[in-house]
């Protein structure tokens, strides 16, 4: 959907925007299935999905991870018969957040990739 010739890997944040679409207008959930599958199967051991996938570089991006909002929009979007596909997806990894995160709530000095989209 998205510049398909110049874009040919799967970005997690333009992905989210496009499986919203596919609920809204044709109410298929087939990209947005797809796109869960593959994030959750991009995530490094301490629960970091890469901003995008399939891809032969790992680009770890928490800042940018859409991933746990798509599942958000899923269980929001999606016929309750549809949500068996939410209970093999595990979001939450321990000890992940409270290494990097500041009494403000905000996350410092992250060892990933910080990229924030404009």
């Known amino acids: 959907m998205d510049t398909p010739y110049y874009e040919q890997l799967q970005y997690i944040g333009d992905t989210r925007v496009q499986a919203l679409i596919s609920y809204a207008v044709a109410g298929d959930d087939r990209l947005g299935r797809e796109a869960l599958e593959a994030f959750d199967n991009s995530r490094t051991p301490d629960g970091i999905t890469r901003s995008r996938y399939p891809a032969p570089c790992r680009r770890p991006s928490p800042l940018f991870s859409s991933w746990i909002g798509m599942l958000h929009d899923y269980w929001m979007y999606r016929p309750i018969r549809n949500r068996r ?23 410092h000095e992250v060892p990933w990739w910080s990229f924030i989209d404009w």
């Open 85 to 107: 596909v939410l209970r093999c997806r595990n979001p939450h990894r321990p000890g992940l957040v409270p290494e990097y995160e500041q009494p403000d709530g905000l996350l």
